[in-house]
C-alpha cells in the first residue's frame, strides 16, 4: 500500500497550487480520502475530505471557497486544487485513506492509511 503526494511548492500569496495522492497497491473506491495539513509548531488539522464515491466533500471553514477536492478512482488518483494561497495555509499536506469512511469528519482515527507529505509553502 502506498500513498505518495505530489505538488507541493513554493508560491506567491494569492497563487495557486495542485495537490495529487497517487494511491498504488489497493482499489480506492472502496474509501473515503481526507486531506490534512500540519504547519510548523501547530498540530494537524483536517481540511477537506470527499467520500468513496466523490458525492460527498467538505471542507475546513479556512479553505472553502479557495481549496477544492476531487478524485478520479478509475486513475486511483485524489487532487486538491488550491487558489488564492494564503501564508498561512503554509504546512505540510498529506492524504489519508479511511476505508468505508463517509467523509463525515477528519478524526485521525478513522484514517487508516496516511502519505509521506508534501510541503506547500506560500510567501512573497
Known amino acids: 500500500l502506498q500513498f505518495v503526494e505530489s505538488g507541493g511548492a513554493l508560491v506567491q500569496p494569492g497563487g495557486s497550487l495542485r495537490l495529487s495522492c497517487a494511491v498504488s497497491g489497493f482499489s480506492l473506491d472502496k474509501f473515503a480520502i481526507g486531506w490534512f495539513r500540519q504547519a510548523p509548531g501547530k498540530g494537524r488539522e483536517g481540511v477537506s475530505c470527499i467520500s468513496s464515491s466523490g458525492g460527498r466533500t467538505n471542507y475546513a471553514d479556512s479553505v472553502k471557497g479557495r481549496f477544492t477536492i476531487s478524485r478520479d478512482n478509475a486513475e486511483n488518483m485524489v487532487y486538491l486544487q488550491m487558489n488564492s494561497l494564503r501564508p498561512e495555509d503554509t504546512a505540510v499536506y498529506y492524504c489519508?485513506?479511511?476505508?468505508?469512511?463517509?467523509?463525515?469528519?477528519?478524526?485521525?482515527?478513522?484514517?487508516?492509511?496516511w502519505g509521506q507529505g508534501t510541503q506547500v509553502t506560500v510567501a512573497s
Open positions: 489519508a485513506a479511511d476505508y468505508a469512511g463517509d467523509c463525515t469528519g477528519y478524526e485521525e482515527g478513522n484514517y487508516d492509511y
